[in-house]
């Protein structure tokens, strides 16, 4: 499809569980962007990627978290041991260069039970 | 830090009715202002934006005016619908802060027959 596709769309672990989100961007955009939206935080920057350049990781929460793009384009987003704080819905977005606007995907709704 | 205040919703208004979210800016360079949507099932989706002091954005009849002074971004629209029922950010982007969007708590808004 044209726009941003995350998966999984909904994924359900047991607390302590290591889970992996995808997200394929709009092709030929250089930059990548992860959000999470949870009840009471609101919207919240966790990491961007820009071509070739070292990420911007200064969003995420813990060291938990981690996240990498390959070959500029698919990126995955990990959380290891998960907490139950942690539920909540990852979004990820692209740009292209410049003044251009991102893109969201629909995200993955992630439980920690 | 740099932040956005967002009204708290729901707001709850009639067919026609007038609308204004109210949205604020603290921010230590020239921000970027942008007002996304989220449609209820979907994702975020960008609904205009303004780049510098005195813009306007508008887009399907919102519009939101960039106002240094009070550094305001309020969205406005003269008559709603039923279709335009959703949840409203607020957001900022720094000129040279890497891309990366700091949201308002979003503002949900309810329109009835």
């Known amino acids: 499809g044209a726009g941003v596709s995350q998966s999984p769309s909904n994924k359900v672990t047991e607390k302590g569980k290591d889970v992996e989100l995808r997200c394929d961007p709009i092709s030929g955009h250089t930059a990548l962007y992860w959000y999470r939206q949870s009840l009471g935080q609101g919207l919240e920057f966790l990491i961007y990627f820009q071509g070739n350049s070292a990420p911007d990781k200064s969003g995420l929460p813990s060291d938990r978290f981690s996240a990498e793009r390959t070959g500029g384009s698919v990126s995955t987003l990990t959380i290891q041991r998960t907490q139950q704080e942690d539920s909540a819905v990852y979004l990820c977005a692209s740009s292209g260069t410049g003044d251009q606007p991102q893109h969201f995907g629909d995200g993955t709704r992630l439980s920690i039970l | 830090g740099d932040s956005v205040t967002q009204m708290e919703g729901p707001v709850t208004l009639s067919e026609e009715a007038f609308l204004t979210i109210n949205c604020t800016y603290t921010?230590?360079?020239?921000?970027?202002l942008f007002w996304y949507v989220q449609y209820p099932g979907e994702g975020l989706q960008l609904l205009l934006k303004a780049t510098k002091a005195d813009d306007k954005g508008s887009n399907k009849g919102f519009e939101a005016t960039y106002r240094k002074e009070t550094t305001s971004f309020h969205l406005e629209k003269g008559s709603v619908q039923v279709s335009d029922s959703a949840v409203y950010f607020c957001a900022l982007r720094l000129t040279g802060g890497g891309n990366k969007l700091t949201f308002g708590t979003g503002t949900q808004l309810k329109v009835e027959l």
């Open positions: 921010a230590t360079g020239y921000p970027s």
